[in-house]
């Protein structure tokens, strides 16, 4: 079913919107850059340090939702309950965590990616370990967020899902190359603005749609099988959702993909200050439990809905259920109003990706184009590392994946948790070396890949196992060779 011609207005209007927006900065970045490339690494990668810390906030919080959040959270409770939440409580422990444990080493020098301060530890070798993990792991998690982009279009447009994903991720290519860091951040504010509104009419429209309002929602769900569940205090490792799993797995995830991902530390280390950092990633998570609780309940109110007016057909996917409803259920205009909102999620997640990725293909390695390179040849390198990102991510947005959230959560899950554990090994063993950390690397992702393999625990222990192996391994390792060769 294709959307009405207004709505589909709305939602080009919106796509060229942003894009005109995002090129704007290239201007301007041009004019703040000085005449070294330290300088202009600082401009196109870190936007100048010159945002706000409330705009880093927004901008760090529209990085981390994409659209396999807005679409794949409330397929989620729609499915089966509120449970998910609990992994949010993670998320804001181990936002503290970071700001006690990681953030103090980002600002004890002029760093610009996560991974020079794994240099500094372990030596240039082992920089160029953690980045390339960071690079093969984001572009692989990032092409399962961008194939929701193609789900989405295809429920509104009824047209290819390759087409969908070439016209979104070009115009993303287009704003990111040109205006570098300050393009994706002040993007970023408009495109949460935008979801966010729009997440928050939804579930307004939705409990006006139903017969009864919230008294209705209430009796359904009570008689749905706890439907409004949102704690679980077992301790089955096979249960993805349970207080224990959400708490300490999630802290953890968090540590990982907050404080060891280029994608976020971009973002930390893009602050005035430590402070500013602090206050931007603390204020982070308090938007991102509002607006998790809101997909979360949008859920629960498509599952009520449903129970009148059904949405699914016998086989579909439940990621398919947001998408239905606004094509089919909402008023015209407004209807385009929150499939835009979708895609802004879509696109400033990729945004945030390619500039990081950029970042960490260009300054990670920087020996490949020659430490000193002058300032245009630099970000003539930068901005065509974005470009041959964006055909990765384009490419990898064309393969069929699972379960879009949970695909997108466990890939990450598979290397992540090692990376982690390299951070907190340089950080607080003393004694461990360039040798202990690549070995503890190694054992953590083998011993994910194994768990994965032969077990049914939830991926929500991943990241834990993963660091604390490679942890207790890399200082077991550097201890029994404390005096061998670096690598």
Known sequence: MRIHPLDLTIVIAYLLGVTALGMR??????ADAAGDTQSAGREYFLGGRTAPWWALAFSIVATETSTLTIIGAPAISYADNLTFIQLVFGYLVGRVLIVLLLLPGYFRGEFFTAYALIE?????????VAASTFLITRAIAEGVRVSAIALVVSVVLGTSERLAVVIVISLTILYTFEGGMKAVIWTDVAQLLVYMTGSAITLAVLLHRIPGGWSEVTRVAAAADHKLQFLDFSWNLATK???????IGGSFLTMATHGTDQTIVQRLLAAKSQRDSSRALLTSGVIVLVQFIVFLLIGVLLFVFAQHTPLLALGDRTDRILPLFLVREMPVGLA??????????????????LNSLAASSVLDFAKVWGRSIDTRRFLRVSRGMTLVWGFVLMGFGFVKWGPLLEAGLTVASL????????????????????????VGMFAGLAAVLSILQFTNVAYTWYFLIGACVTFFIGSLVSRVWNKGSPL
């Open 120 to 128: 500094k530890r372990f030596g240039e070798k082992m920089r160029a």
């Open 241 to 247: 959702y349970t207080f224990w799993s959400g708490v």
């Open 415 to 438: 290397p992540f948790g090692s990376l982690l554990g390299l951070f907190l090994l340089g950080t607080f063993d003393r004694g461990a070396n360039a040798l202990g950390a690549l």
């Open 25 to 30: 900065f290239r201007r301007l970045q041009q």
């Open 336 to 353: 385009g109003l929150l499939l835009a909102s979708i895609v802004a999620v879509a696109m400033s997640n990729a945004s945030g990706s």
